[in-house]
């Protein structure tokens, strides 16, 4: 077996737009793996994430990297107003929340 060294491996843009056709491929069962690979313990890890934040309700939060968005989820359960942020349009389409939510790279913010 051949192992990849670090200057074989995709930078910049083109390691971006590999990342982001994975994420767009798996988005649709992205839920489902992760619940399973995780034997449903992301539920709790999220919750608990959410609670050692220790913010006021209504107190505004970015998730980047928000994916399918269960974390902007659990933050409005808390009482919190998340706003999601993703690169990949496949998981944002997958998405269901109803934070709002912006297609954007996390190392590129458009602030």
């Known amino acids: 077996v051949t192992v990849p060294q670090p200057n074989d491996l995709p930078h910049g843009e083109d390691k971006a737009i590999i990342v982001e056709e994975m994420f767009d491929q798996i988005a649709p069962r992205y839920n489902l793996i992760n619940r399973l690979m995780t034997f449903r313990l992301d539920v709790g890890w999220r919750r608990r994430t959410v609670r050692g934040l220790d913010l006021e309700a209504g107190s505004t939060v970015l998730d980047l990297a928000c994916g399918t968005g269960d974390f902007c989820n659990d933050l ?28 954007a790279d996390a190392l590129q913010l458009p602030v």
């Open 76 to 103: 409005m359960r808390f009482g919190l107003n998340p706003v999601g942020i993703d690169f990949s349009a496949g998981m944002l389409a997958a998405a269901a929340t109803d934070a709002p939510l912006v297609r």
